[in-house]
């Protein structure tokens, strides 16, 4: 299929790899030019403006947060108004469901189609083609991009016909890991400070109740205190648990362990956390206990 793809970040980067070895003809854009170079070397053909990146049935974006899809969607020369009637652009951005509807109108009012497929897993799943991909939108656009999103992906999980749903499911997903991240942070403080080896703790929990990937991967990360280099960067993990709330907000449903999320994320950005894994929140715990390590 012919393709376009936006957003050669972390992410981005290793999901347009694959859909390049999958023989697709990718077109590949990126703010930042020179992020296009290992694709091309793979056999993307780098575009030099976000309409040359459009040219074909199906654009995929996957870029950082609202303000960035604003940028390359609107205005002239963005994504909008650069696709061809009929053509879909499906995206991949962890992205507000209100930005998502927008979106959903102005591709609508265009006579294009669109569908919302934001992602689980790290950049390392990204590379692999190992993400889960929470799917949204008309049957038929589905259809048409499913090939790509098995490429991409281990998993799609089709949530709705509206496409604002994946993001609403996506948003849920990233509010549970960031609580267990600080609930982790907390129950590891306190057997640390007790004196109980942190490593072997959780050696215990996830080959008992808590074997669950988020568990093992996100606990390993606070046993080691290692949260560099980022995987997934904080100030985007502050974002989707504010997009979570507005979420909540409009839907009239309080979340109060997202509002406590939301200030554990200031937290650790006002003390120059900004470079850091979204899991360093799991470390604030220990330090308000006043532990040295
Ligand atoms: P990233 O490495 O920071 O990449 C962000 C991408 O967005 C880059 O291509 C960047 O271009 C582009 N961008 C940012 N601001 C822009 C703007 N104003 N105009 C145009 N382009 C802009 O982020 P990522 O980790 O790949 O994440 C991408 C999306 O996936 C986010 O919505 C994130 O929440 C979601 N996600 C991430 C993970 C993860 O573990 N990392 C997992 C699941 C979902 P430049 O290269 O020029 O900066």
Redesign the pocket.
Known sequence: MKVGF????????GMAANLVRAGHSVTVF???RE?TKPLVDLGATAAAEIAEACGGEVVIS????D??????AYGEGGIVASLAAGALHVS????GVAQSRHLARAHAVAGQRYVAA??????E??AAAK?FIMAAGGRDDLDTCMPLLDAMGQRVFVMSDQPEAANLV?LSG?FLIAAVIESLGEAMALVAKGGVDRHAYLEMLTSTLFGAPVYRTYGGFIADHKHEP????AP??L??IRLALAAGEELRVPMPVASLLRDRFLTLLAHGGDHLDWSAIGQLAGKDAGSKS
């Open positions: 936006i957003g050669l970040g972390q992410m981005g980067s990126n703010r930042s992020k996957m870029l950082a947060d303000h960035a899809v604003e940028n390359v991949c951005s962890t992205i934001p992602v689980f897993g790290r950049p799943a990204a993400l996506k990233n980022a995987g997934f960067a985007l993990g974002k989707d």
